[in-house]
Structure formats: C-alpha cells, structure tokens
C-alpha cells in the first residue's frame, strides 16, 4: 500500500511516454500506478498514505471521475520515480472513507482496459492520456475454453483447500459470456503480476482462457506436489 514518500515528486513524467501520438479518442486520468494488476470487474481496496495519492482520491470523488491502474514495471509504489507498463484499468471508487489524519480507505472496482497514450507530469498526482484498449471478438468457439478454464479453478481451489491455502468460497466461473467468463478467469487465477499483465494484455478473451488455463495446470502441478511430499 502506498505510504508517506521520501522526497518531493518529481515535475517529470516518472513513466516512459507511449510513442503513439495522442488521438481523439485519448483523455486525461489520474493514474495510480501499483505493483498489482487490476482487471475488469475486479474489487480493488486501497488503503492510501502518500499525500500525492490523497490529492487523487480527494480529485476523482469530487469530479467524480474514474482513476487508471497500471503495473509498475521498475521501481516501487511509494515515492515515485518508477517505470510502468502501458495497458491498465480504469477503476471507479464505490466507497471511500476518510480517516481524521487525512488517509484515505477505498474501495475501487475495474471497468474497462485503457492504453496510456502519453505520460504527463506527476504533480498534483501521476497523471496520463489514456485510451480504450478495446476486446477482439473471439476468433473461435470459446466454449471449450470456458469449460477447461472452469475445470482448472476447481482443481486449482480444492486443491489450495487441502494445503490450507487461501481459496475464494463457493462456485467459480459463473460467467456465460466469453468476455466475462475470460475476466473472471484472470481475477480468481492464484498468478503473479507478470503474468497477471500477461492476460491484462491480450486482446481476445479465448486466448486469454487458454493462458489462464495453462497457468493453472503449471499451479495444479505445484500443488499436487506439495501434497504428495
């Protein structure tokens, strides 16, 4: 979680400018740049220290105007001065409380994939043109898709179950539309951030069914493993 900073920001763009020119399409939004990534229709809580990131919280509720995530590349949260990767999400705060010392707790959830445009300077808080990174239409029948990537979180989570790992309660993968059932995946997928931008970054959600799902047979096999040892 972001916390108190070091140093001033900086008035340079801390992230590397997209060599796209900025088109019709783009807009200015506040970015919160973190070392997580954050899907479509996920629920992001934050709970925020940095004086920059306040301004930003303090911005979008009074314009009540979204605010992307992007994945910090090199660098870390806190401070600034870090590299970020260029496709993120928009998020929109649902809840927010304030607490007496002026820190936010927040409660955001992802709505759409953005392309950052260009980077601009970080004062008041890190800011970019962004544009809609729109989906593909599948290229193929998606059903075998859905149906392997809702087997694989089921052995995946009963699995984490018997280690006594962390595993969300109830169905998995409800979704029936492609695009959903695809988002879903990723969000409930136990992946790390790369490869969580990994399927953040692709365009068609029945390739990102099937790269969730060779994820999760590499988790099947890890955990099958810890459980014979």
């Known amino acids: 979680m972001p916390d108190e900073p070091s140093a001033e920001p900086s008035d340079e763009p801390s992230g590397e400018p997209s060599d796209e020119p900025s088109d019709a399409t783009g807009r200015e939004v506040p970015m919160f740049p973190l070392?997580?990534?954050?899907?479509?229709?996920?629920?992001?809580?934050?709970?925020?220290?940095?004086?920059?990131?306040?301004?930003?919280?303090?911005?979008?509720?009074?314009?009540?105007v979204p605010?992307?995530?992007?994945?910090?590349?090199?660098?870390h949260e806190v401070g600034g001065g870090d590299t970020r990767f260029p496709v993120g999400t928009l998020a929109r705060i649902?809840?927010?409380?304030?607490?007496?010392?002026?820190?936010?707790?927040?409660v955001a959830v992802g709505t759409e994939r953005v392309r950052v445009v260009e980077w601009l300077p970080d004062?008041?808080?890190?800011?970019?043109?962004?544009?809609?990174?729109?989906e593909r239409p599948p290229a193929r029948d998606a059903a075998a898709a859905v149906a392997s990537a809702r087997a694989a979180l089921?052995?995946?989570?009963a699995l984490r179950a018997e280690l006594g790992l962390p595993a969300p309660p109830?169905?998995?993968?409800?979704?029936?539309?492609?695009a959903e059932?695809?988002?879903e995946a990723s969000i409930l997928a136990?992946?790390?951030?790369?490869?969580?931008?990994?399927?953040?970054?692709?365009?068609?959600?029945?390739?990102?069914l099937e790269r969730v799902t060779a994820l999760l047979e590499d988790e099947i096999a890890v955990l099958q493993f810890r459980l014979s040892g």
């Open 94 to 106: 649902v809840q927010a409380a304030e607490t007496p010392d002026g820190r936010w707790a927040v």
């Open 170 to 178: 109830g169905d998995v993968l409800v979704g029936t539309d492609v």
């Open 190 to 208: 136990p992946v790390g951030p790369l490869d969580a931008y990994a399927l953040l970054d692709l365009d068609d959600p029945v390739d990102r």
């Open 67 to 75: 605010f992307g995530v992007v994945l910090i590349e090199r660098g």
């Open 181 to 183: 059932a695809a988002w």
């Open 35 to 64: 070392g997580s990534v954050l899907f479509p229709r996920a629920v992001l809580p934050l709970h925020v220290f940095e004086p920059r990131y306040r301004a930003l919280v303090a911005h979008c509720l009074t314009a009540e």
């Open 123 to 134: 004062r008041p808080f890190p800011r970019a043109v962004v544009a809609p990174r729109p």
């Open 154 to 157: 089921v052995r995946v989570h």
